[in-house]
């Protein structure tokens, strides 16, 4: 059960909430977020909501029945939209872009990614200076050093940034120059790193793990709102199975299953979720046609050259091709379809 607090009710209000609650049978957690504050209460005992609905200081009440509570559609109807400042939303209804290479490498680089973002018209870039790698000997980022530069570049040019936190420690040096943290694969999964994100008022994007299913996914994204964090987007990016002929088995089901399930948007990663080249962009088409609220994909100035996925990263003439399609099959998908 979710309690939706009225804002700015006194603490004397509160604890009548918090007193009726219990003598229910329910345990109330109370959540403050950036935008509101909410009692998440957990039990089985049936009562008549109105109880509580008609108290003083309650906005609204819902039962959910999901073990994710805060997440589930089942008390948010409308999806959440993610405000990032100057103009630039994630929304429903629209697809946001975020585009660059897996790893951060050059100023050069930076600067040419750049200068292709800007005129595609794409207001994020993706990159990673902190790079988890399967072998101990691959390039493994910049770091914050690298961040800071990056940051400085995109912020001329008046591009967004992504790119991805690997541990809580992180966090407090990488605050000032990031405007999405992502959570990768191999994190979804380390609570220490959730609980620290929810703690912070930045954005996060949240990967489905490498053999994640859409439960846990959702359980992971609870952690980070009930620590008071409800900007979060969830990431599809394929997942583990016996197929070899790709990188990842890309799981275009769980983009309309999570769309059902959760109020978040969900951004759809072709790149990892196919792993070859010249099948991301019928990957990122087929995301959207599925519902998917955005894209993140990987493009370079030279691809062959690429520090890390060069086999999934697109030219900046593929990423071009890709965005010209992209547009297109936005605009027919909210216009009504006329058939003659």
């Known amino acids: 059960m979710i309690i939706h607090l009225q804002p700015n009710l006194s603490e004397e209000e509160r604890q009548k909430i918090i007193e009726k609650i219990t003598r229910f049978g329910y345990k109330p957690n109370l959540v403050t977020t950036q935008f509101a504050e909410y009692l998440v209460a957990i039990g089985k005992n049936e009562f008549d909501l109105r109880q509580i609905g008609g108290m003083k200081g309650v906005k609204d009440i819902h039962r959910v029945t999901d073990s994710y509570k805060l997440v589930s559609r089942k008390w948010k109807v409308n999806s959440t939209c993610i405000d990032l400042g100057d103009g630039i939303m994630i929304e429903e209804g629209k697809c946001a872009i975020m585009a660059g290479p897996c790893s951060i490498e050059s100023e050069s680089q ?10 595609e018209g ?26 800071k530069l990056w940051a400085k570049l995109a912020r001329e040019y008046g591009i967004k940034i992504i790119t991805e936190v690997m541990q809580s420690s992180q966090i407090e ?12 694969a191999r994190n979804t999964q380390n609570f220490n790193l959730l ?13 489905r793990g490498i053999s994640g299913t859409i439960d846990e996914l959702l359980q992971s994204a609870e952690y980070i709102f009930s620590g008071g964090n409800e900007r979060i987007m969830l990431c599809e990016r394929g997942i583990r199975s016996y197929e070899n002929a790709y990188r990842n088995t890309m799981d275009v089901n769980a983009i309309a299953i999570l769309k059902e399930k959760s109020h978040l948007p969900v951004i759809a990663d072709p790149s990892h979720g196919i792993g070859l080249r010249n099948y991301v962009e019928s990957i990122a088409l087929a995301s959207l046609l599925a519902g998917a609220d955005g894209l993140i994909y990987e493009t370079h100035p030279q691809p062959e050259k690429a520090f890390s996925d060069a086999q999934q990263t697109l030219s900046f003439g593929q990423s071009s091709e890709l965005t010209r399609k992209v547009r297109a099959i936005t605009q027919l998908a909210h216009n009504d379809f006329m058939l003659s």
């Open 110 to 119: 930076i600067r040419k990614t750049l200068d292709h973002l800007k005129a």
């Open 122 to 147: 794409i207001q994020i870039m993706r990159g990673g200076v902190y790079k988890p790698r399967s072998s101990p000997y691959s390039f493994r980022g910049l770091g914050i050093d690298g961040l």
């Open 173 to 184: 040096d990488m605050f000032d120059y990031v405007d999405i943290f992502q959570v990768g």
């Open 195 to 207: 609980d620290a994100l929810g703690e912070v008022d930045k954005p996060v994007l949240l990967k």
